[in-house]
């Protein structure tokens, strides 16, 4: 409720001018109406001061409990008689007026803000979007100045453009369970992956940034955990799988070597030469940001930034504990995705129980968090369950899947049998172990 434009005293201190001088409400009954106030309970209580005056009836404490009691609203007796204390006269009560206009204003903004935002996020142009305001949500704040037009007009090309990531799936995932409910990473966002060592995280977003490097999108990877060769066998491996089944991640690391130039070209041919390595990736935010805009201004593209993982990051200053320290990396790592305008996807270590290492202000700071859990309590096992840890409001609908772990990559089964089958064998595996 904080964070929507009101104000309480406004709305009382208007309420009680009107009913201490309800001759008032002659100059401004033409423009005010209910929405004015935002409190429900002074929105009840204008409703009864309203219908009094327009029956011409009196308007005092006595009647307007009446008319209250008459709508069967629940209401506090005591608020009622105390809104006349809230002003000393009723002199005031133009600019007690305004502010609660301004306030309404703002909350239609509001709303039509997110409808624009929702109609992005259909799919629907800047253009679309402006009519359908035009032609409906107009009237909601002004007819008369037509300089809130222009201003509703700009805010919906604005949001437009602010939101077009994600009428474009620019940012996509290429993972249903990710991308069915939040439809695309936003710019400013950050998706934390949590899991215990050896469960896939890693290779889950290596096959995120290849879905993301095909889509056009320059990925910076920041690979604290593995070196740049190891990262870049890694990548031809997994894919290479995709279309062999019987593919040897061993014999084809050994074949790399005699054969660079061509596994060069098919690197090259799978990410679209859109996944960045680093010769010496650094551990410290100020250095990654330097690598962020290196990256933005030689390819001009969108970035989506891929920090592997946050156990090893770093940032100046000197700090009394360990939690102390991750919390403000937490930070910054949020303030670098608003200030780059960017996605940054975080891999985040599990403990063997299932829980994320660190302080809850961890998850407080992200946007997005999902924890990754091998199906049958062994990180040995084939099928990962994914969860959703932490959210904002979901832009999309919710999808049911688990991962596989195949050769080099991570498969998703959306196939609701298969999830079953999954599932059971993983509670009569978690049993035998128990």
């Given at each position: ?88 006269s009723a002199a005031n009560y133009r600019f007690y007026f305004e502010q609660c206009r301004e306030e309404c204003e703002k909350r239609s903004l509001l709303r039509i803000a997110y ?302 049998y298969t999830i079953q089958s999954a599932l059971e064998d993983g509670k009569k595996q978690k049993k035998m172990f128990t």
């Amino acid at each position: 409720m904080q964070n929507i434009p009101h104000s309480d005293e406004n709305e009382k201190a208007l309420l009680g001018s009107l009913i201490l001088a309800p001759n008032k409400i002659d100059e401004i009954k033409d423009d005010i109406n209910e929405d004015y106030f935002y409190n429900d309970k002074n929105k009840a209580i204008f409703r009864a001061v309203f219908k009094l005056y327009k029956q011409k009836k009196g308007i005092d404490y006595i009647t307007i409990i009446s008319e209250l009691d008459k709508a069967r609203v629940i209401y506090d007796k005591k608020y009622v008689i105390e809104l006349g204390d809230c002003v000393p006269s009723a002199a005031n009560y133009r600019f007690y007026f305004e502010q609660c206009r301004e306030e309404c204003e703002k909350r239609s903004l509001l709303r039509i803000a997110y409808k624009a935002v929702k109609g992005i996020s259909e799919g629907l142009g800047a253009a679309e979007v402006r009519n359908e305001l035009r032609s409906s949500k107009m009237e909601e704040i002004s007819l008369k100045d037509y300089s809130y037009n222009d201003h509703v007009s700009e805010m919906a090309e604005k949001t437009a453009l602010k939101f077009r990531d994600i009428s474009k799936k620019i940012y996509a995932t290429g993972f249903e369970f990710i991308d069915n409910p939040i439809y695309s990473l936003m710019p400013a966002e950050t998706l934390f992956i949590a899991a215990e060592g050896g469960l896939g995280k890693s290779t889950l977003c290596k096959e995120i940034a290849i879905n993301m490097a095909q889509n056009g999108v320059a990925c910076v990877f920041e690979t604290l955990e593995q070196t740049k060769e190891s990262m870049y066998t890694s990548i031809i491996n997994g894919e290479a799988a995709k279309s062999r089944v019987d593919h040897n991640f061993l014999a084809l690391t050994e074949m790399l070597k005699d054969y660079k130039e061509s596994a060069a070209e098919f690197y090259k041919a799978q990410t679209k030469e859109n996944i960045f390595l680093f010769d010496k990736p650094s551990t410290y935010l100020s250095d990654i940001r330097k690598h962020i805009r290196l990256v933005k201004k030689t390819t001009k593209k969108p970035v989506c930034l891929f920090l592997d993982s946050f156990s090893q990051l770093n940032i100046a200053g000197t700090y009394k504990s360990d939690t102390e320290r991750e919390n403000e990396i937490s930070k910054e790592i949020t303030q670098l995705a608003k200030e780059e305008n960017i996605p940054i996807i975080i891999i985040h270590h599990n403990n063997k129980e299932g829980k994320f290492r660190g302080s809850e202000k961890l998850k407080d700071n992200s946007w997005w968090w999902i924890s990754l859990s091998p199906i049958g309590g062994e990180t040995n096992s084939k099928y990962i369950n994914p969860k959703w840890v932490k959210t904002r409001e979901f832009r999309g609908a919710f999808k049911d899947v688990i991962f596989e772990k195949v050769n080099g990559y991570i498969k998703e089964i959306t196939d609701e049998y298969t999830i079953q089958s999954a599932l059971e064998d993983g509670k009569k595996q978690k049993k035998m172990f128990t």
